[in-house]
């Protein structure tokens, strides 16, 4: 069993800066990549940047030169720092990961979700 457990979300004015976690447990063999994904009222769930093992980042243009995913692959954990917020960023945050539970056992995993609000 694994679990990716999220938090940082919360409330903040526009132009103000979050950071958010996700931290992964259980039976863990491997972590590849890991992202986040958000979903606001009425919208589908969306993009917002992934992150390889390696290191290697893909971003929405939306958040582009604003947000910035990291990762420590020593905690299993990803991170995502989210600067100049504005209220179209307010959503729910889901960390996503695809794990391995052993070496022939995949697994596309998700958290709970995290609210984050943005007050104009």
């Known amino acids: 069993q694994v679990q990716l457990v999220e938090s940082g979300g919360g409330l903040v004015q526009a132009g103000g800066s979050l950071r958010l976690s996700c931290a992964a447990s259980?039976?863990?063999?491997?972590?590849?990549?890991m992202g986040w994904y958000r979903q606001a009222p009425g919208k589908q769930r969306e993009l917002v940047a992934t992150?390889?093992?390696?290191?290697?980042?893909n971003y929405a243009d939306s958040v582009k030169g604003r947000f910035t995913i990291s990762r420590d692959n020593a905690k299993n954990t990803v991170y995502l720092q989210m600067n100049s917020l504005n209220p179209e960023d307010a959503a729910v945050y889901y960390c996503?990961?695809?794990?391995?539970?052993?070496?022939?056992?995949?697994?596309?995993?998700w958290g709970q979700g995290t609210l984050v609000t943005v007050s104009s």
């Open positions: 992150i390889t093992r390696g290191r290697d980042t």
């Open positions: 259980g039976s863990i063999f491997r972590l590849n990549a």
């Open positions: 996503n990961a695809e794990v391995y539970s052993s070496p022939l056992r995949k697994l596309d995993i």
